[in-house]
């Protein structure tokens, strides 16, 4: 599988809530259909963000860091 690298400025948490949001409304308007592609490429790359920017079962980051998780106050390792 050919794999794609793309830049944004857009942090991981903000990104991956624009793409949630974008997959729900998808779901609402959309025939399951139609909608089923597009939503099945919206999930891989919010699993992309989530490789960023971990959560855990109750969907907090908490310490959870990574380099490219995108907070500030994170203190040495």
């Known amino acids: 599988?050919?794999?794609?690298?793309?830049i944004t400025?857009?942090?991981?948490k903000m990104l991956r809530?624009?793409?949630?949001?974008a997959q729900h409304a998808l779901t609402l308007g959309e025939p399951a259909a139609a909608a089923g592609p597009h939503v099945r490429r919206l999930q891989h790359l919010i699993?992309?963000?989530d490789e960023l920017r971990p959560l855990g079962a109750d969907g907090k980051h908490d310490q959870?860091?990574?380099?490219?998780c995108g907070c500030?106050?994170?203190g040495p390792s």
């Open 17 to 21: 809530e624009t793409l949630c949001l």
């Open 47 to 49: 699993d992309a963000c």
């Open 72 to 74: 500030e106050d994170v």
């Open 1 to 6: 599988m050919t794999r794609y690298t793309y």
């Open 64 to 68: 959870r860091h990574t380099p490219y």
């Open 9 to 12: 400025d857009e942090a991981p």
